[in-house]
Every structure is written in structure tokens, then in C-alpha cells.
């Protein structure tokens, strides 16, 4: 089955500068990748997602990158802010499970005023 | 109500007790999981409910035991769990289990602790 590594698993960034957090997968034919902020006490949410006939996407502070042939994607967090701060999470599709993700074991971000 | 909700959001028990774990959508949905999530580990998938019908079950141990009476509520039974069930507990929504792409919506969970 699918394996999702994510790196690192701590974070720490003075605001305004930029974070990055790397996810590697296995199974090539993963196609597509969300990523969820999940902040304390509530369930994750999607900030962002790609899928695999694109190498990058950006909404406002957020971007990701994709690189299929390395098998790997990252999240990209450019003039971070306080509320930035929580637990984020990568995860990969495989196209002949439908709908199931194969998540990584998360990043906690703190953004330091 | 909006999104997932799920009751209770804590819950302590004893390893002989039963009890219930109860999570609603109000998106219209046609999907519904369960995850287990434990420290320092990746999200774990337990079980998805395609319009009402089970359609996966990642080999969870019978003492967890899932019911969806309607594509907006689903719950999850517990009976005679080990400390090691020990969880938070999430539920998830999304327009439909087999289809490509589709964006899960998460509940805030259920912090379950087995003494």
C-alpha cells in the first residue's frame, strides 16, 4: 500500500519569514495530494490540494509543489503570521481507491510573534 | 448546525462499558468515515460509508463497530475497549466515497480516553 513521510515533525519560524514542510510517497500511482491545517481542538481542514498533472499550485500565502518523478510535494508558507500556527498535514490518493487518503504524521508549525 | 458535528466531544470509559460515538453532516453528502487518530502516527482510516452501504473496513478489531442508519449520521459503537483505543476520534464527510478528487470535510472529533 501507499506510504506518506512528512518532514519535519516540528517547526518553529519568527513570523514573516517562510516555512516549508516535505512529504515524500510511494506509490506512483498517487494522483492526488491535499494538504489539512488542523488547529487545536477542532478537526483538520483542506487549505490547499494539487493533483498530478499539475507541478505547482498558489492560493494568497499558500503554495504547493509537486514533483512526481522524485515522488515528492511540498507546502510552502511565505510571510507567516501567528494564526499560522498548528498541525499540518500532507496526504496522497491512489487513483484505484477512490476516495482513501494515506496521510503523513504531521508537522506542528508555531509561528513566533 | 453547519459542517460535521459530533457528540460527545470527550468521553472516558472503562474497558467494560459501552458506549456510542455519534457524528452528523449537515453538507449534503453522500459519504462517511471514520478515522482513529493517535500521537505521533498518521491518521488511520477505519471505516467508509458509501449512500448508507460500508464499503471499506481497514481491519479494526469487532469491538469497534460502525452503524449508518442515513447518508447524514453515522455512529461508531464501542464495547470492551483496551487503554490502547485511546484516541481522538474523527468523523469526515464528502459528496461521494468512489469518486476522484473529492474533498473530505472533518468534525472536531471525539476525545476518547479508556481507563
Known amino acids: 500500500g501507499e506510504n506518506v513521510e512528512q518532514h519535519p515533525s516540528t517547526l518553529s519560524v519568527q513570523e514573516g519569514d517562510s516555512a516549508v514542510i516535505k512529504c515524500t510517497y510511494s506509490d506512483s500511482a498517487s494522483n492526488y495530494f491535499p494538504w489539512y491545517k488542523q488547529e487545536l481542538g477542532k478537526g483538520p481542514q483542506l487549505i490547499i490540494d494539487?493533483?498530478?498533472?499539475?507541478g505547482e499550485k498558489k492560493d494568497q500565502r499558500i503554495a504547493v509543489t509537486l514533483n512526481k518523478t522524485a515522488k515528492h510535494f511540498s507546502l510552502h508558507i511565505t510571510e507567516t503570521q501567528p494564526e499560522d500556527s498548528a498541525v499540518y498535514f500532507c496526504a496522497a490518493s491512489i487513483s484505484n481507491t477512490g476516495n482513501q487518503f494515506y496521510f503523513g504524521t504531521g508537522t506542528s508549525l508555531t509561528v513566533i510573534p | 448546525e453547519t459542517g460535521v458535528t459530533q457528540t460527545p466531544r470527550h468521553l472516558v470509559m472503562g474497558m467494560t462499558n459501552k458506549k456510542s460515538l455519534k457524528c452528523e453532516q449537515h453538507?449534503?453528502?453522500?459519504?462517511m468515515y471514520w478515522y482513529k487518530q493517535s500521537a505521533k502516527k498518521p491518521l488511520e482510516l477505519m471505516f467508509v460509508?458509501?449512500?448508507?452501504?460500508?464499503?471499506e473496513n481497514n481491519s479494526v478489531p469487532s469491538r469497534f463497530s460502525p452503524e449508518c442508519p442515513n447518508s447524514s449520521h453515522l455512529f461508531l459503537h464501542l464495547h470492551t475497549l483496551q487503554p490502547e483505543d485511546s484516541a481522538l476520534y474523527l468523523c469526515?464527510?464528502?459528496?461521494?466515497?468512489?469518486?476522484?478528487?473529492?474533498?473530505?470535510?472533518f468534525g472536531p472529533g471525539t476525545r476518547l480516553t479508556v481507563l
Open positions: 469526515a464527510s464528502s459528496q461521494e466515497a468512489r469518486t476522484f478528487y473529492n474533498e473530505q470535510f
Open positions: 494539487i493533483r498530478s498533472n499539475v
Open positions: 460509508y458509501n449512500f448508507k452501504e460500508q464499503t
Open positions: 453538507l449534503g453528502h453522500n459519504a
